[in-house]
């Protein structure tokens, strides 16, 4: 047979258990997105390391460049 009502107390009861069962699904969520948010930084980081030090070698390159014309030009002149 099915019990067509609860009691107050049966009520109140399900009622905290429901709440409870939000209160850690709320939490799992929130460890979640702060995992992600977490990930998506060390991603963004790391592609700015690597944008970085493709600049840094791509100054590096073009001091060598100029280095070599400024050697071209004072041994063109003496």
Do not use: P, W
């Not at 399900?14 to 930084?41: P, W």
């Not at 970085?52 to 030009?73: A, D, H, M, P, Y």
């Amino acid at each position: 047979m099915v019990q067509l009502y609860y009691s107050n107390a049966e009520f109140n009861a399900h009622l905290s258990q429901a709440e409870a069962a939000n209160s850690i699904l709320n939490a799992v969520q929130s460890d979640r997105l702060a995992f992600m948010l977490r990930m998506e930084f060390r991603i963004q980081e790391s592609e700015f390391r690597s944008q970085n030090s493709e600049l840094r070698i791509q100054n590096s390159e073009f001091r060598t460049q100029n280095s070599g014309v400024r050697i071209k030009c004072v041994t063109r002149g003496g």
